[in-house]
């Protein structure tokens, strides 16, 4: 399989927003309701927000297999010397086949070329795909943060972070 690493550009929106919200509901599923699940990705994932956040820089790579977006990471150096994965989510049917390791892999080499000397990501708690994947390549976990959703429903996320 030829996977391909490209700049995330607006033509990959609907692509974007699909493998995301498929994603992240599936990252919460059993934990926030389905309502909740339906609000938020339609909020976060909707085509003008992928396309502003793309515009933005704040979507940065794609991963392309035959042709279509198989995977997309997004960060930003958020202050001095941390860098930020944002979102990192492959569709299903290409997952462990090492696209998230690449996507991750380029976004924190350009990262470190910045200045970045460490990097950050919150992981639902719970989340077997993503925990396992980032303690992998070097994560730690630093902090739990739990709090309750507009919903009333309670979540905790898990911040993560490694040297670079």
């Not at 059993?30 to 909707?46: I, T, V």
């Not at 990471?73 to 994965?85: D, F, L, M, N």
Request: hydrophobic share 35%; aromatic share 10%; glycine share 8%.
């Amino acid at each position: 399989m030829d996977i391909a690493i490209e700049t995330a550009v607006t033509e990959h929106v609907k692509s974007i927003a699909a493998i995301c919200s498929f994603g992240w509901k599936q990252t919460v599923e059993g934990k926030l309701s389905e309502k909740y699940r339906n609000k938020h990705a339609e909020e976060w994932y909707n085509h003008e927000r992928v396309k502003a956040d793309i515009e933005q820089g704040s979507y940065t790579h794609v991963a392309i297999v035959n042709s279509k977006v198989a995977g997309v990471i997004g960060g930003a150096i958020t202050e001095s010397r941390v860098s930020q994965v944002f979102v990192l989510y492959v569709e299903e049917k290409y997952r462990y086949k090492g696209i998230g390791r690449q996507l991750l892999n380029i976004l924190t080499e350009e990262h470190k070329k910045a200045g970045a000397t460490e990097q950050w990501v919150s992981v639902q708690d719970g989340n077997q795909r993503g925990i396992p994947f980032y303690e992998a390549r070097g994560f730690r976990k630093q902090e739990k943060k739990s709090g309750v959703t507009d919903t009333g429903e309670p979540f905790v996320n898990l911040r993560y972070s490694r040297s670079l």
